[in-house]
């Protein structure tokens, strides 16, 4: 059964700062991964997503990564500015018994301090 | 256009009410999804349609009634729900489902339906 987990659970840093964000899953059979943003109350915004046969996606101040073979994706921002602040999400999209499934983390709550 | 719309965007109802979330998309995606998310929780996947069928049900309880119209629309239709259902609704989109093969591609996600049961 895939499981995606998400490190650190909540990151506070000082504006300027690059970041490193961590998702790890435990099946490497994946479609795909993408990298979500959500802000309080409100709905998901795609940031990035990288297929299978990708080893990273760029928009931007946004850099991600993924190594199937490790079960790992990292999400790299650049710059960090205080409208950053919300949480991110990965999400696996893993085979499912004749279809697909998206299996989220559990998010990372990001807090850019001015 | 790369929008998914829901609507209302807040809705409240009581246990006996029956109340139904609306969701929209025009570009071309024959792939529609409902989510379920709590409170500082991850979304849950609740229901797929894949070309206007439904092709995955997480053992929803019945008192959810998924109805995908035509290729572009999607509905929830809620009726004698629990205070527990009381949660974000999200809906999103995708070019196919994987399940006959197609591309998946990303999934777009409307900004959702604040649901409170009294």
């Known amino acids: 059964k895939q499981e995606v987990t998400q490190i650190p659970a909540a990151l506070s840093v000082p504006e300027g700062e690059n970041l490193v964000l961590n998702c790890s899953f435990t099946d490497s059979a994946i479609y795909n991964l993408q990298w979500f943003r959500q802000d309080p109350g409100k709905g998901l915004t795609s940031l990035l997503l990288i297929q299978s046969s990708q080893r990273e996606q760029t928009s931007g101040r946004l850099n991600a990564s993924l190594d199937k073979s490790s079960g790992r994706s990292t999400l790299y921002i650049a710059a960090s500015q205080p409208g950053d602040s919300a949480t991110y999400l990965c999400a696996a999209l893993a085979p499912m018994d004749s279809s697909y499934k998206l299996i989220f983390g559990s998010g990372t709550r990001l807090l850019v301090r001015p | 256009d790369t929008e998914v719309t829901q609507t209302p965007k807040h809705l409240v109802m009581g246990m006996t009410n029956k109340k139904s979330l609306k969701c929209e998309q025009h570009m071309g995606h024959r792939a529609m999804y409902w989510y379920k998310q709590k409170a500082k929780k991850p979304p849950e996947l609740m229901f797929v349609?894949?070309?206007?069928?439904?092709?995955i049900n997480e053992s929803v309880p019945s008192r959810f009634s998924p109805e995908c119209p035509n290729s572009s629309l999607l509905n929830l239709h809620l009726h004698a729900l629990q205070p527990e259902d009381s949660a974000l609704y999200l809906c999103?989109?995708?070019?196919?489902?994987?399940?006959?093969?197609?591309?998946?591609?990303?999934?777009?996600f409307g900004e959702g339906s604040r649901l409170t049961v009294l």
């Open positions: 999103a989109s995708s070019q196919d489902s994987g399940g006959a093969g197609g591309p998946v591609g990303e999934l777009f």
């Open positions: 349609y894949s070309y206007e069928k439904l092709s």
